[in-house]
């Protein structure tokens, strides 16, 4: 491999888990890819530096969050735009790997929005190499700086380890690899629950928590 483009698909331009995982990749890999934000690449993907770039990449990363079951609405710009680029382009075209992370500790909520970036590829004629679905997306972030050893995280950064590997040896795999935190559901939850009281008392917001706005009223 000697060109590859990571698109980070997270609308945080600080501080996002999916910048987490790109930073851990860019440690594993012997070359210096070339990392877009999504929110800034939508002004700039039609900029022919650009897409050329990207089509002309070994290899190309999408490192994502999952909003409502689905990839951010940046993202999914991204992807027609690239679509319409690569009809035009007859060329060899990048290998697509993707990361999708998401808030519920379940990690195969991912598996819709790995099967959209999926779609994307094989229907613009790209080689699909796999796709990471990572549960606890923000429980993993908190623990970041302990990934490397092992803990409660360290299959998530195996997971990495050898998706890097995997990346460099342009392999492929024919299913989506799941990973969750070593941690148990209700601990999470309680947990999560905390960090929304904390938040409540943080802002004066914490009879609001439970606030429906949107529920059905008869
Ligand atoms: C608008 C929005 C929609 C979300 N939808 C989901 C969802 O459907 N399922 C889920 O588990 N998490 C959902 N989340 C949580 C994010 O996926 C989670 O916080 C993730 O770790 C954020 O990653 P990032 O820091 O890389 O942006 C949503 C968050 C937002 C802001």
């Known amino acids: 491999m000697n060109k590859m483009v990571i698109i980070n698909g997270s609308p945080k331009t600080v501080g996002s888990t999916s910048s987490i995982f790109i930073d851990e990749i860019k440690r594993l890999l012997d ?26 990449a070994d290899v190309l990363l999408f490192v ?94 195996a997971a990495l380890v050898e ?7 342009q392999h492929m795999k024919n299913q989506h690899v799941f990973v969750t935190p070593k941690i148990p559901r209700f601990m999470y939850k309680f947990g999560g629950n905390l960090g929304w009281y904390l938040m409540g008392r943080k802002y004066g917001t914490v009879r609001s928590l439970k606030t429906r706005p949107h529920a059905y009223k008869k």
């Open 31 to 56: 070359i210096t890819p070339i990392v877009y934000q999504s929110t800034q690449l939508i002004l700039d993907v039609e900029n022919s530096k650009v897409m050329s770039n990207i089509l002309e």
């Open 64 to 157: 994502f969050p999952l909003y409502v079951d689905c990839i951010p609405v940046s993202l999914i710009k991204i992807l027609t735009t690239i679509e319409q680029e690569a009809m035009k382009a007859n060329e060899k075209f990048p290998i697509v790997y993707a990361i999708s992370n998401c808030g519920f500790i379940e990690a195969k909520d991912n598996h819709l929005a790995l099967d959209i970036v999926k779609n994307f590829a094989t229907s613009v004629g790209m080689l699909w190499g796999y796709g990471i679905g990572i549960g606890g997306g923000g429980f993993v972030a908190s623990q970041s700086k302990n990934m490397r050893k092992s803990g409660p995280v360290s299959n998530v950064y």
């Open 163 to 169: 998706l890097a590997s995997a990346m460099k040896n």
